[in-house]
């Protein structure tokens, strides 16, 4: 008899890696919570749960993304689909998020209340993959509109199906195009935002981690600018201000030792308050400055 436990004691994979793919199994053949992998692993299983389990196994086993084998991944405090179309959303780009909803309240707090039912809020996300960022600060801020870009069509469709799933679509749009290029399909009043965030391609070109674990399998436009490293933030800062309200905040994701470089072309650009943030892992990971007044 095949069951939880005779799966997760017979595999090849890490313990924690089969359980994050039977709790998937469970969700969808069964309809039961992750917790089933605890009070249900006696239980007998069927032969559709056993083949798909065998075939995500075997995927996982060549080194396929786990999230592209059960096709979801957790962001903030949301649930996105992906699939190998854009970048797995990382633990790290959640710290550009919790800055952009920082500043949002902090917005909030300094309007006057007289007018504040009026006034809505507007981020863009440039390069937003499956619509990660765009998506978390929609869904905990429901006072803001956000505009969501990316060079890719096929990114955009996974990041619609998102908005779709999640309920944001009223809020969130999409712009097919290059970073600021693919604003000019809109007119230019919507054109300047309270906070611009990107988490754009950053990884130097000749950098051996692009053929190592996951990355492997992701799309190479999303992780790297076959350069520098530095190209596309450089595009990005340059470009911001014609795109920032006064006073209007523009946070970037970047390379470990990527921040001396992407505080320097802040400053370059014109920006103030140019602050660095520190990941979990303590990198330097996010870099931060304001448009001046
Ligand atoms: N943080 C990702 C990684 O190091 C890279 C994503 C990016 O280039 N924006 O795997």
């Known amino acids: 008899m095949t069951t939880l436990r005779s799966l997760l004691n017979e595999t090849g994979l890490p313990k924690n890696e089969a359980r994050m793919i039977l709790a998937h199994l469970l969700e969808i053949h069964l309809q039961l919570p992750r917790s089933a992998l605890l009070t249900h692993d006696g239980m007998e299983l069927s032969d559709p749960f056993i083949e798909e389990w065998r075939l995500l196994e075997q995927g996982r086993l060549k080194g396929e993304p786990i999230a592209y084998l ?78 969501a870009t990316d060079a890719s069509q096929a990114a955009l469709d996974i990041a619609q199906q998102n908005a779709m799933r999640l309920k944001l679509s009223d809020r969130v749009s999409f712009c097919l ?15 300047h935002f309270d906070l611009i ?67 320097e072309r802040l400053a370059l650009a014109g920006f103030q308050g140019i602050t660095p943030h520190r990941d979990l892992s303590g990198h330097w990971r996010v870099a931060s400055g304001r448009k001046p007044i």
């Open 70 to 147: 059960i096709g979801k991944r957790g962001f903030h405090t949301i649930e996105l689909i992906v699939g190998p179309g854009v970048l797995i959303p990382r633990p790290e780009t959640e710290l550009l998020v919790d800055l952009g909803l920082d500043e949002l309240q902090r917005i909030l707090n300094n309007q006057n209340s007289l007018y504040e039912s009026e006034c809505l809020l507007t981020a863009l996300d440039l390069g937003t993959g499956s619509g990660a960022i765009a998506l978390a600060i929609a869904s905990s801020q429901p006072k803001v509109t956000v505009v």
């Open 197 to 263: 965030l990107s988490n754009p391609p950053y990884i130097q070109g000749d950098d051996p981690h692009l053929s190592e674990g996951d990355l492997r399998f992701e799309p190479p436009g999303a992780l790297t600018d076959f350069g520098s490293g530095l190209t596309c933030l450089t595009a990005i800062i340059d470009g911001a201000l014609a795109y920032l309200k006064p006073g209007g905040l523009l946070a970037v994701e970047h390379g470990f030792d990527q921040s001396p470089a992407v505080l």
């Open 177 to 191: 195009g290059n970073w600021y290029a693919a604003l000019h399909a809109l007119g230019s009043p919507s054109c």
